[in-house]
């Protein structure tokens, strides 16, 4: 059973910094490619940055290239989402998804198999 568990979610001010994690079930971290979605309220789930599992490869949202960081660690069957810089408008909830087969769009929520429940991200101004 695919399982995906994300934590470091909270609160924080402008310009601040916080670290999600996303532990994977050993079958579902072989998905050939690993995302964070974030979802406001009232408005749909949007893709924030992709990695992929076999090729050193990682895509981000035009909105947090430069201040958002993905990567993985193996050995823990791990995908973190370094976030610095955050602004009021990175308030969201955010999931951490897996695509089992490999996505067509990689920032594409419905290219994706397995989710995970969310943590809350707040950024006050």
């Known amino acids: 059973q695919a399982q995906l568990v994300e934590s470091g979610g909270g609160s924080v001010q402008a310009g601040g910094s916080l670290r999600l994690s996303c532990v994977v079930s050993e079958d579902t971290y072989r998905s050939k490619c690993m995302g964070w979605f974030r979802q406001a309220p009232g408005k749909e789930r949007e893709g924030v940055a992709a990695i992929y599992t076999e090729v050193d490869v990682t895509l981000y949202a035009d909105s947090v290239r430069g201040r958002f960081t993905i990567s993985r660690d193996n050995a823990k069957n791990t995908v973190y989402l370094q976030m610095n810089s955050l602004k009021p408008e990175d308030t969201a909830m955010y999931y951490c998804?897996?695509?089992?087969?490999?996505?067509?769009?990689?920032?594409?929520?419905?290219?994706?198999?397995?989710w995970g429940q969310g943590t809350q991200v707040t950024v006050s101004s």
């Open positions: 998804a897996a695509s089992r087969y490999g996505p067509m769009a990689p920032l594409r929520p419905r290219d994706y198999d397995y």
